[in-house]
């Protein structure tokens, strides 16, 4: 099973709405290890769920786009506005793929 780990940047010239999504995201995923099936489903589970909350708290906030791109040994997730406006990006949050598993049982220094 593929592992990859995680980094997050966060960008403060965002929305209110990024801004919040993107400090719960930092929090949660910045410098971890995720499994394949994870990335999917449990990180974009996250950041819809974050973003569900903030936007029950104030309905004045706009919803946002989340976008993921992905080549095999690595992938980018960003949150960005619906109108697709790149330049206020709540973050950027990028897998790449652990080639060598030293923690696993097996694995040798």
Known sequence: MKKYYVTVQTYYNTTLLGYAVGQEVLSK?????VNQDNVDKDIKDFINNAMDKHLKKN??????????????????????????NDI???????GELVEHDFTEKGGSL
């Open 88 to 94: 206020l990006r709540a973050f950027t949050l990028t």
């Open 59 to 84: 309905r004045r906030l706009k919803p946002m786009l989340i976008s993921k791109h992905d080549n095999g040994n690595s992938f980018v997730i960003t949150l960005v506005p619906l109108n697709g």
């Open 29 to 33: 995923f910045h410098r971890s290890l």
